[in-house]
Protein backbone atom coordinates (compact mmCIF):
# COMPACT_ATOMS: atom_id res chain seq x y z
CA UNK A 1 0.00 0.00 0.00
CA UNK A 2 1.26 3.59 -0.65
CA UNK A 3 2.19 5.11 2.23
CA UNK A 4 0.96 8.43 2.66
CA UNK A 5 3.01 11.51 2.96
CA UNK A 6 2.29 11.94 7.32
CA UNK A 7 4.10 8.83 7.71
CA UNK A 8 7.03 9.42 6.01
CA UNK A 9 9.84 10.34 7.95
CA UNK A 10 11.48 13.82 8.18
CA UNK A 11 13.02 16.63 10.11
CA UNK A 12 11.18 16.61 13.95
CA UNK A 13 11.46 20.43 14.49
CA UNK A 14 9.23 22.13 17.26
CA UNK A 15 5.84 21.35 19.08
CA UNK A 16 2.93 23.09 17.00
CA UNK A 17 5.41 25.25 14.52
CA UNK A 18 7.39 22.21 13.67
CA UNK A 19 10.01 23.55 11.50
CA UNK A 20 8.10 26.67 10.02
CA UNK A 21 10.48 28.73 11.48
CA UNK A 22 14.01 27.34 12.04
CA UNK A 23 14.42 27.32 7.93
CA UNK A 24 16.76 29.55 7.10
CA UNK A 25 15.62 30.47 3.87
CA UNK A 26 18.86 31.81 1.85
CA UNK A 27 20.42 28.08 2.89
CA UNK A 28 17.09 25.89 1.91
CA UNK A 29 18.76 24.23 -0.88
CA UNK A 30 21.49 22.98 1.45
CA UNK A 31 19.47 22.24 4.63
CA UNK A 32 17.31 20.07 1.85
CA UNK A 33 20.19 18.03 0.25
CA UNK A 34 21.68 17.36 4.19
CA UNK A 35 18.34 16.18 5.26
CA UNK A 36 18.04 13.92 2.13
CA UNK A 37 20.97 12.27 3.15
CA UNK A 38 19.76 11.77 6.84
CA UNK A 39 15.76 10.79 5.60
CA UNK A 40 16.29 9.83 2.25
CA UNK A 41 15.19 10.79 -1.26
CA UNK A 42 11.40 11.29 0.11
CA UNK A 43 10.62 12.55 3.68
CA UNK A 44 8.30 15.08 4.68
CA UNK A 45 8.72 18.73 6.17
CA UNK A 46 6.10 19.80 9.00
CA UNK A 47 5.71 23.51 8.71
CA UNK A 48 3.05 23.59 11.47
CA UNK A 49 0.03 24.48 9.24
CA UNK A 50 0.63 21.86 6.67
CA UNK A 51 2.96 18.88 5.76
CA UNK A 52 5.33 19.75 2.77
CA UNK A 53 6.42 16.66 0.60
CA UNK A 54 9.90 17.19 -0.37
CA UNK A 55 11.54 14.76 -3.32
CA UNK A 56 14.88 14.87 -4.45
CA UNK A 57 14.79 11.42 -6.47
CA UNK A 58 15.30 12.15 -9.95
CA UNK A 59 12.78 9.60 -11.16
CA UNK A 60 10.14 11.13 -9.10
CA UNK A 61 11.16 14.65 -10.34
CA UNK A 62 11.10 13.75 -13.79
CA UNK A 63 7.46 12.28 -13.26
CA UNK A 64 5.97 15.45 -11.66
CA UNK A 65 7.67 17.49 -13.96
CA UNK A 66 6.40 15.29 -17.18
CA UNK A 67 2.66 15.06 -15.71
CA UNK A 68 2.09 18.98 -15.97
CA UNK A 69 -0.27 21.29 -16.94
CA UNK A 70 -2.71 18.35 -15.85
CA UNK A 71 -1.36 16.19 -12.84
CA UNK A 72 0.77 19.27 -10.98
CA UNK A 73 0.30 23.17 -10.80
CA UNK A 74 3.46 25.18 -9.83
CA UNK A 75 3.15 26.10 -6.43
CA UNK A 76 0.02 28.35 -6.19
CA UNK A 77 0.90 30.43 -3.70
CA UNK A 78 4.05 31.57 -5.79
CA UNK A 79 1.72 31.79 -9.09
CA UNK A 80 -0.61 34.25 -6.74
CA UNK A 81 3.04 35.94 -5.56
CA UNK A 82 3.75 36.45 -8.98
CA UNK A 83 0.34 38.16 -10.14
CA UNK A 84 0.18 40.17 -7.22
CA UNK A 85 3.21 41.53 -8.22
CA UNK A 86 2.03 42.84 -11.85
CA UNK A 87 3.21 39.82 -13.58
CA UNK A 88 0.89 37.44 -15.07
CA UNK A 89 2.69 35.52 -18.18
CA UNK A 90 3.18 31.78 -19.12
CA UNK A 91 5.49 31.19 -15.93
CA UNK A 92 2.68 31.74 -13.70
CA UNK A 93 -0.21 30.78 -16.05
CA UNK A 94 -1.83 27.24 -15.31
CA UNK A 95 -3.66 25.08 -17.20
CA UNK A 96 -5.36 25.48 -20.24
CA UNK A 97 -4.59 29.49 -19.84
CA UNK A 98 -0.59 28.23 -20.38
CA UNK A 99 -1.55 26.07 -23.13
CA UNK A 100 -2.46 29.36 -24.70
CA UNK A 101 0.85 31.62 -23.64
CA UNK A 102 3.48 28.52 -24.30
CA UNK A 103 3.52 28.51 -27.92
CA UNK A 104 3.51 32.49 -28.46
CA UNK A 105 6.49 32.43 -25.90
CA UNK A 106 8.18 29.70 -26.80
CA UNK A 107 7.87 30.37 -30.91
CA UNK A 108 9.61 33.43 -30.32
CA UNK A 109 12.32 32.15 -28.43
CA UNK A 110 13.37 29.32 -31.14
CA UNK A 111 16.53 28.83 -32.67
CA UNK A 112 15.58 30.39 -36.00
CA UNK A 113 14.30 33.77 -34.26
CA UNK A 114 17.96 33.32 -32.74
CA UNK A 115 19.84 33.08 -35.73
CA UNK A 116 17.66 36.07 -37.36
CA UNK A 117 18.12 38.10 -34.66
CA UNK A 118 22.14 37.36 -34.26
CA UNK A 119 23.51 40.19 -35.92
CA UNK A 120 21.09 42.38 -33.48
CA UNK A 121 22.68 40.14 -30.19
CA UNK A 122 26.14 40.11 -31.66
CA UNK A 123 26.98 44.16 -31.03
CA UNK A 124 26.41 43.40 -27.11
CA UNK A 125 29.21 40.99 -26.79
CA UNK A 126 31.45 43.57 -28.65
CA UNK A 127 30.08 45.99 -25.80
CA UNK A 128 31.35 43.75 -23.29
CA UNK A 129 34.26 42.83 -24.81
CA UNK A 130 35.26 46.71 -25.12
CA UNK A 131 33.97 47.29 -21.39
CA UNK A 132 36.11 44.36 -20.17
CA UNK A 133 39.29 45.52 -22.21
CA UNK A 134 38.89 48.75 -20.11
CA UNK A 135 38.91 46.58 -17.09
CA UNK A 136 41.80 44.99 -17.74
CA UNK A 137 43.84 48.42 -18.62
CA UNK A 138 43.02 49.66 -15.55
CA UNK A 139 43.46 46.59 -13.54
CA UNK A 140 41.43 47.39 -10.71
CA UNK A 141 39.34 44.39 -8.94
CA UNK A 142 35.72 44.61 -9.84
CA UNK A 143 31.98 42.61 -9.74
CA UNK A 144 31.97 41.17 -13.05
CA UNK A 145 28.03 39.89 -12.31
CA UNK A 146 27.21 43.05 -12.91
CA UNK A 147 28.60 43.45 -16.19
CA UNK A 148 26.99 39.99 -17.25
CA UNK A 149 23.56 40.95 -15.49
CA UNK A 150 23.80 44.03 -17.88
CA UNK A 151 25.06 41.65 -20.66
CA UNK A 152 21.98 39.20 -20.85
CA UNK A 153 19.28 42.26 -19.65
CA UNK A 154 20.72 43.83 -23.62
CA UNK A 155 20.23 40.85 -25.03
CA UNK A 156 16.71 39.36 -23.87
CA UNK A 157 15.33 43.18 -24.81
CA UNK A 158 16.81 42.46 -28.02
CA UNK A 159 15.51 39.41 -29.08
CA UNK A 160 12.35 40.10 -27.09
CA UNK A 161 11.52 43.37 -27.30
CA UNK A 162 13.49 44.63 -31.01
CA UNK A 163 15.30 46.88 -28.70
CA UNK A 164 18.63 47.66 -28.60
CA UNK A 165 19.13 48.05 -25.14
CA UNK A 166 22.97 49.44 -23.68
CA UNK A 167 22.86 49.20 -20.07
CA UNK A 168 26.36 47.94 -20.43
CA UNK A 169 27.27 51.37 -21.63
CA UNK A 170 24.82 53.50 -20.20
CA UNK A 171 25.02 54.21 -15.89
CA UNK A 172 22.31 54.59 -13.77
CA UNK A 173 18.67 53.56 -13.85
CA UNK A 174 19.11 50.28 -15.42
CA UNK A 175 16.41 47.97 -15.43
CA UNK A 176 18.60 45.52 -14.10
CA UNK A 177 18.86 47.54 -11.06
CA UNK A 178 14.62 47.33 -10.50
CA UNK A 179 14.91 43.49 -11.60
CA UNK A 180 17.40 43.36 -8.96
CA UNK A 181 15.47 44.28 -6.23
CA UNK A 182 11.91 41.90 -7.34
CA UNK A 183 13.60 38.50 -7.11
CA UNK A 184 14.23 38.22 -3.76
CA UNK A 185 11.16 40.35 -2.42
CA UNK A 186 9.05 37.51 -4.19
CA UNK A 187 11.44 34.38 -3.15
CA UNK A 188 10.85 36.19 0.64
CA UNK A 189 7.05 36.65 0.39
CA UNK A 190 6.45 33.20 -1.18
CA UNK A 191 8.40 31.80 1.94
CA UNK A 192 6.54 33.85 4.48
CA UNK A 193 3.78 32.17 6.45
CA UNK A 194 1.75 35.21 7.22
CA UNK A 195 1.57 38.01 4.13
CA UNK A 196 2.61 40.60 6.73
CA UNK A 197 3.12 42.90 3.31
CA UNK A 198 -0.46 43.23 3.00
CA UNK A 199 -1.43 44.86 5.90
CA UNK A 200 2.38 46.74 6.88
CA UNK A 201 4.74 47.85 4.17
CA UNK A 202 8.34 47.64 4.90
CA UNK A 203 10.69 49.76 3.38
CA UNK A 204 12.09 47.11 1.08
CA UNK A 205 8.18 46.52 0.37
CA UNK A 206 8.11 49.66 -1.13
CA UNK A 207 10.84 49.53 -2.85
CA UNK A 208 9.77 46.49 -4.45
CA UNK A 209 6.34 48.31 -5.36
CA UNK A 210 8.79 51.40 -7.18
CA UNK A 211 10.93 48.49 -8.84
CA UNK A 212 7.65 47.01 -9.88
CA UNK A 213 6.04 50.39 -11.44
CA UNK A 214 9.36 51.19 -13.07
CA UNK A 215 9.59 47.66 -14.99
CA UNK A 216 5.86 48.32 -15.99
CA UNK A 217 6.42 51.55 -17.32
CA UNK A 218 9.77 50.12 -19.11
CA UNK A 219 7.41 47.55 -20.80
CA UNK A 220 4.90 49.51 -21.88
CA UNK A 221 7.40 51.96 -23.88
CA UNK A 222 8.55 48.94 -25.28
CA UNK A 223 4.83 47.68 -26.52
CA UNK A 224 4.28 51.34 -27.56
CA UNK A 225 7.25 51.00 -29.88
CA UNK A 226 6.22 48.09 -31.21
CA UNK A 227 3.13 48.74 -32.22
CA UNK A 228 4.47 51.58 -33.73
CA UNK A 229 6.41 49.34 -36.15
CA UNK A 230 3.48 47.06 -36.52
CA UNK A 231 0.99 50.33 -38.04
CA UNK A 232 4.17 51.42 -40.22
CA UNK A 233 4.80 47.75 -41.19
CA UNK A 234 1.78 45.02 -41.11
CA UNK A 235 3.37 42.83 -43.22
CA UNK A 236 5.27 42.51 -39.98
CA UNK A 237 2.20 40.73 -38.62
CA UNK A 238 2.85 37.67 -41.32
CA UNK A 239 6.34 37.01 -39.76
CA UNK A 240 6.22 39.02 -36.50
CA UNK A 241 10.23 39.67 -36.14
CA UNK A 242 10.52 39.64 -31.96
CA UNK A 243 8.64 37.92 -29.51
CA UNK A 244 6.65 41.47 -28.63
CA UNK A 245 5.00 41.69 -31.94
CA UNK A 246 4.06 37.46 -31.98
CA UNK A 247 2.25 38.40 -28.20
CA UNK A 248 0.79 41.70 -29.72
CA UNK A 249 -0.38 40.04 -33.16
CA UNK A 250 -1.80 37.41 -30.74
CA UNK A 251 -3.42 38.94 -28.17
CA UNK A 252 -5.30 41.42 -31.43
CA UNK A 253 -6.04 38.21 -33.08
CA UNK A 254 -7.90 36.66 -29.65
CA UNK A 255 -8.53 39.73 -27.63
CA UNK A 256 -10.48 37.47 -25.28
CA UNK A 257 -8.03 35.03 -24.48
CA UNK A 258 -4.71 37.12 -24.19
CA UNK A 259 -5.14 40.01 -22.89
CA UNK A 260 -3.04 43.63 -22.90
CA UNK A 261 -2.17 42.70 -18.79
CA UNK A 262 -0.84 39.09 -20.41
CA UNK A 263 1.16 41.17 -23.60
CA UNK A 264 2.75 42.98 -20.97
CA UNK A 265 2.87 39.81 -18.45
CA UNK A 266 4.84 37.63 -20.79
CA UNK A 267 7.48 40.51 -21.71
CA UNK A 268 8.27 40.81 -17.59
CA UNK A 269 8.35 36.72 -17.52
CA UNK A 270 11.04 37.04 -20.31
CA UNK A 271 13.09 39.60 -18.91
CA UNK A 272 12.76 38.57 -15.62
CA UNK A 273 13.26 34.46 -16.43
CA UNK A 274 15.64 35.28 -19.01
CA UNK A 275 18.38 37.82 -16.95
CA UNK A 276 19.36 36.51 -13.77
CA UNK A 277 19.70 32.79 -14.60
CA UNK A 278 21.68 32.98 -17.55
CA UNK A 279 23.59 35.93 -15.82
CA UNK A 280 24.26 34.20 -12.59
CA UNK A 281 25.19 31.16 -14.29
CA UNK A 282 28.35 32.18 -15.85
CA UNK A 283 28.87 33.87 -12.39
CA UNK A 284 29.22 30.59 -11.33
CA UNK A 285 31.02 29.28 -14.18
CA UNK A 286 33.55 31.97 -13.98
CA UNK A 287 34.06 31.17 -10.27
CA UNK A 288 34.17 27.48 -10.66
CA UNK A 289 37.15 27.29 -13.63
CA UNK A 290 39.20 29.82 -10.86
CA UNK A 291 39.93 26.20 -9.49
CA UNK A 292 40.07 24.20 -12.91
CA UNK A 293 43.41 25.16 -14.90
CA UNK A 294 42.72 22.26 -17.37
CA UNK A 295 38.88 22.53 -18.28
CA UNK A 296 40.27 26.76 -18.27
CA UNK A 297 42.78 25.51 -20.81
CA UNK A 298 40.42 23.09 -22.95
CA UNK A 299 37.63 25.80 -23.17
CA UNK A 300 40.44 28.69 -24.12
CA UNK A 301 42.05 26.22 -27.01
CA UNK A 302 38.37 25.45 -28.61
CA UNK A 303 37.63 29.56 -28.14
CA UNK A 304 40.87 29.99 -29.89
CA UNK A 305 40.35 27.11 -32.86
CA UNK A 306 36.69 28.36 -33.51
CA UNK A 307 37.21 32.33 -33.35
CA UNK A 308 40.54 32.00 -35.18
CA UNK A 309 41.43 35.64 -35.67
CA UNK A 310 38.32 37.27 -34.45
CA UNK A 311 38.03 38.60 -30.98
CA UNK A 312 34.22 36.79 -30.35
CA UNK A 313 31.73 34.78 -31.92
CA UNK A 314 30.84 37.05 -34.81
CA UNK A 315 28.40 34.68 -36.74
CA UNK A 316 26.35 32.60 -35.25
CA UNK A 317 27.61 29.32 -36.58
CA UNK A 318 30.53 29.90 -34.65
CA UNK A 319 28.51 29.48 -31.65
CA UNK A 320 27.41 25.39 -32.43
CA UNK A 321 30.92 24.82 -32.97
CA UNK A 322 31.81 25.10 -29.32
CA UNK A 323 30.83 21.67 -28.05
CA UNK A 324 33.59 21.32 -24.87
CA UNK A 325 32.16 25.04 -23.90
CA UNK A 326 28.68 23.87 -23.89
CA UNK A 327 30.10 21.17 -21.60
CA UNK A 328 31.83 22.81 -18.97
CA UNK A 329 28.19 24.77 -19.01
CA UNK A 330 26.16 21.83 -17.90
CA UNK A 331 29.12 20.83 -15.77
CA UNK A 332 28.47 23.89 -13.96
CA UNK A 333 24.75 23.71 -13.56
CA UNK A 334 25.20 20.59 -12.43
CA UNK A 335 27.20 22.23 -9.43
CA UNK A 336 26.08 25.23 -9.68
CA UNK A 337 22.20 24.84 -10.80
CA UNK A 338 20.65 28.30 -10.07
CA UNK A 339 17.26 26.90 -9.89
CA UNK A 340 17.48 23.94 -7.46
CA UNK A 341 14.45 23.93 -5.89
CA UNK A 342 11.50 24.36 -7.49
CA UNK A 343 7.77 24.43 -5.48
CA UNK A 344 4.69 22.47 -7.20
CA UNK A 345 1.04 21.28 -6.16
CA UNK A 346 -1.00 17.82 -7.03
CA UNK A 347 -4.13 19.01 -9.07
CA UNK A 348 -5.65 15.74 -7.94
CA UNK A 349 -5.08 12.47 -6.15
CA UNK A 350 -2.14 10.63 -7.15
CA UNK A 351 0.61 7.61 -6.43
CA UNK A 352 3.88 9.19 -7.35
CA UNK A 353 5.72 5.84 -6.64
CA UNK A 354 5.55 4.96 -3.40
CA UNK A 355 3.83 7.47 -2.25
CA UNK A 356 0.20 8.75 -1.90
CA UNK A 357 0.00 12.32 -3.29
CA UNK A 358 -3.32 13.74 -1.97
CA UNK A 359 -5.09 17.06 -4.72
CA UNK A 360 -3.56 20.38 -3.43
CA UNK A 361 -0.35 18.85 -2.10
CA UNK A 362 2.41 21.47 -1.72
CA UNK A 363 5.63 19.37 -2.99
CA UNK A 364 9.60 21.00 -2.71
CA UNK A 365 11.36 19.28 -5.56
CA UNK A 366 15.75 19.77 -5.06
CA UNK A 367 17.17 19.03 -8.33
CA UNK A 368 21.01 18.98 -7.40
CA UNK A 369 21.06 16.52 -5.13
CA UNK A 370 20.67 13.05 -7.65
CA UNK A 371 23.27 15.19 -10.01
CA UNK A 372 26.03 14.96 -7.51
CA UNK A 373 25.84 11.06 -7.02
CA UNK A 374 27.85 8.60 -8.16
CA UNK A 375 25.64 6.63 -8.98
CA UNK A 376 23.96 9.08 -11.64
CA UNK A 377 27.22 10.32 -12.80
CA UNK A 378 30.30 9.12 -12.88
CA UNK A 379 32.87 10.64 -10.50
CA UNK A 380 29.86 12.76 -9.87
CA UNK A 381 32.31 15.28 -7.85
CA UNK A 382 34.70 16.06 -10.67
CA UNK A 383 33.87 18.72 -13.34
CA UNK A 384 34.09 16.84 -16.49
CA UNK A 385 32.59 18.53 -19.67
CA UNK A 386 34.10 16.04 -22.01
CA UNK A 387 31.24 13.56 -20.09
CA UNK A 388 28.46 16.09 -22.28
CA UNK A 389 30.33 14.62 -25.53
CA UNK A 390 28.81 11.86 -27.04
CA UNK A 391 32.44 10.33 -28.24
CA UNK A 392 33.65 11.03 -24.75
CA UNK A 393 30.84 9.76 -22.35
CA UNK A 394 31.39 7.75 -19.02
CA UNK A 395 30.19 4.54 -18.17
CA UNK A 396 27.73 6.55 -15.93
CA UNK A 397 25.22 9.22 -17.30
CA UNK A 398 21.78 9.30 -16.16
CA UNK A 399 20.66 12.47 -17.98
CA UNK A 400 17.23 11.93 -15.66
CA UNK A 401 19.15 13.49 -12.68
CA UNK A 402 20.23 16.56 -14.61
CA UNK A 403 17.04 18.98 -14.92
CA UNK A 404 18.78 22.55 -14.12
CA UNK A 405 16.28 23.47 -17.09
CA UNK A 406 12.96 21.97 -15.71
CA UNK A 407 11.13 19.23 -17.91
CA UNK A 408 8.41 18.26 -19.20
CA UNK A 409 6.33 20.33 -21.68
CA UNK A 410 7.39 22.85 -19.28
CA UNK A 411 10.40 23.11 -19.53
CA UNK A 412 12.78 26.18 -20.28
CA UNK A 413 11.96 27.87 -23.59
CA UNK A 414 15.40 29.99 -23.27
CA UNK A 415 17.34 27.21 -22.92
CA UNK A 416 19.05 27.64 -25.90
CA UNK A 417 18.87 31.71 -25.71
CA UNK A 418 21.18 30.90 -22.49
CA UNK A 419 23.40 27.67 -23.97
CA UNK A 420 24.29 30.32 -26.71
CA UNK A 421 24.54 33.34 -24.46
CA UNK A 422 27.17 31.11 -21.96
CA UNK A 423 29.49 30.05 -25.48
CA UNK A 424 29.27 33.76 -26.59
CA UNK A 425 30.64 35.31 -23.25
CA UNK A 426 32.54 32.49 -22.25
CA UNK A 427 34.87 32.28 -25.87
CA UNK A 428 35.27 35.65 -26.34
CA UNK A 429 36.20 35.58 -22.26
CA UNK A 430 38.76 33.34 -22.54
CA UNK A 431 40.19 34.28 -26.25
CA UNK A 432 41.10 37.78 -24.85
CA UNK A 433 41.47 37.68 -21.27
CA UNK A 434 43.21 35.69 -18.21
CA UNK A 435 41.13 35.91 -14.77
CA UNK A 436 41.83 35.81 -11.86
CA UNK A 437 39.68 35.67 -8.51
CA UNK A 438 40.76 38.70 -6.19
CA UNK A 439 37.60 37.45 -3.08
CA UNK A 440 39.20 33.98 -1.53
CA UNK A 441 37.44 31.10 -2.79
CA UNK A 442 36.27 29.57 -0.02
CA UNK A 443 34.41 32.59 1.15
CA UNK A 444 31.93 32.80 -1.36
CA UNK A 445 28.93 31.41 -0.55
CA UNK A 446 25.34 30.22 -2.01
CA UNK A 447 22.64 32.19 -1.44
CA UNK A 448 19.11 31.34 -2.33
CA UNK A 449 17.15 34.44 -3.45
CA UNK A 450 14.53 32.79 -6.30
CA UNK A 451 17.88 31.90 -8.05
CA UNK A 452 20.70 30.50 -6.59
CA UNK A 453 23.11 33.42 -6.67
CA UNK A 454 27.07 33.27 -5.00
CA UNK A 455 27.35 36.22 -2.67
CA UNK A 456 29.69 39.04 -4.23
CA UNK A 457 33.51 38.20 -5.36
CA UNK A 458 35.76 40.19 -7.37
CA UNK A 459 37.72 38.81 -9.97
CA UNK A 460 40.63 40.93 -12.11
CA UNK A 461 41.64 40.54 -16.38
CA UNK A 462 44.89 40.75 -18.05
CA UNK A 463 44.44 41.27 -21.64
CA UNK A 464 46.07 38.00 -23.38
C1 LIG B 1 20.95 29.33 -17.65
C2 LIG B 1 19.84 30.00 -17.83
C3 LIG B 1 18.47 29.49 -17.45
C4 LIG B 1 18.10 28.54 -16.54
C5 LIG B 1 19.01 27.70 -15.66
C6 LIG B 1 16.66 28.47 -16.58
C7 LIG B 1 15.91 27.61 -15.80
C8 LIG B 1 14.53 27.50 -15.87
C9 LIG B 1 13.76 26.57 -15.09
C10 LIG B 1 14.30 25.58 -14.08
C11 LIG B 1 12.46 26.77 -15.42
C12 LIG B 1 11.26 26.00 -14.89
C13 LIG B 1 11.02 24.84 -15.84
C14 LIG B 1 9.97 23.86 -15.43
O1 LIG B 1 9.03 24.25 -14.71
O2 LIG B 1 10.09 22.69 -15.80
C15 LIG B 1 12.39 27.81 -16.42
C16 LIG B 1 11.25 28.29 -16.99
C17 LIG B 1 11.20 29.33 -17.88
N1 LIG B 1 12.28 30.00 -18.43
FE1 LIG B 1 14.23 29.62 -18.05
N2 LIG B 1 16.19 29.38 -17.48
C18 LIG B 1 17.25 30.02 -18.05
C19 LIG B 1 17.22 31.00 -19.02
C20 LIG B 1 16.07 31.50 -19.60
C21 LIG B 1 16.04 32.50 -20.65
C22 LIG B 1 17.26 33.12 -21.31
C23 LIG B 1 14.72 32.75 -20.91
C24 LIG B 1 14.11 33.72 -21.89
C25 LIG B 1 14.59 34.85 -22.26
C26 LIG B 1 13.92 31.89 -20.04
C27 LIG B 1 12.55 31.85 -20.03
C28 LIG B 1 11.80 30.97 -19.27
C29 LIG B 1 10.34 30.95 -19.28
C30 LIG B 1 9.43 31.85 -20.09
C31 LIG B 1 9.96 29.91 -18.41
C32 LIG B 1 8.55 29.46 -18.07
C33 LIG B 1 8.14 28.26 -18.94
C34 LIG B 1 6.76 27.68 -18.64
O3 LIG B 1 6.28 27.78 -17.51
O4 LIG B 1 6.18 27.10 -19.57
N3 LIG B 1 14.78 31.16 -19.27
N4 LIG B 1 13.68 28.25 -16.68
Not at 113 to 128: C, M, N, S, T, W
Request: hydrophobic share 40%; charged share 30%; aromatic share 10%.
Amino acid sequence: MAIKVKDLPGPKGKPIVGNLFSLDLPQLHNTIEGWSDEYGDVFRLNLGIFDQLVITRPSMLQKIMKERPEGFTRSLKMNRIIREGGVHGVFNAEGEDWKKHRPIVAKGLDVKHQKDFYPAIEPVLGRLYKKWSERAESGEPFYIQKDLLRFTVDVTSSLAFGYPMNTIEEQGGAIQDHMEKVFPMIFKRINMPVPWYKVYRTKEDKEFDKAVEEMNRLVDEFIAAARKRLEENPDLRKNPPSVIEAIIVAAEEEEDDISTENVRGNLLTLLMAGEDTTAVTLNWMIYLLSQQPEVTENMRREANEVLGEKKWASAYEDNAKMRYIEGAAFESMRFKPVAPVMLFQAVEDVELEEVFVKKGQRILTQHRHGSLQDENFSDATKMKPERWLKESRCPVHNTEAFSPFGGGARYCPGRNLAILEVRMVMSMLLKNFEIELVTPYDSVNEKMAFTMMSSPYQVRLRKL
